[in-house]
């Protein structure tokens, strides 16, 4: 069966953070937003388990 492994990031960690947030910030629906929640997230492509 195939497996894919979840990568998770916390924003923060990464040089672009500021970036990333100012335009996050210049949503309106993300006008209020906690900078500390933000999490980047990805998977890994499919793999066969041996």
Do not use: F, Q, W, Y
């Not at 492994?5 to 923060?12: G, L, P, T, V």
């Not at 672009?16 to 492509?45: F, P, Q, Y």
Request: proline share 4%; hydrophobic share 30%; aromatic share 0%.
């Amino acid at each position: 069966m195939p497996h894919r492994c979840k990568i998770e990031i916390k924003a923060s960690k990464l040089p672009c953070c500021d970036t990333l947030v100012k335009e996050l910030r210049s949503r309106t629906e993300s006008e209020n937003l906690d900078s500390a929640s933000i999490r980047i997230m990805g998977h890994t492509r499919s793999m066969n388990r041996r």
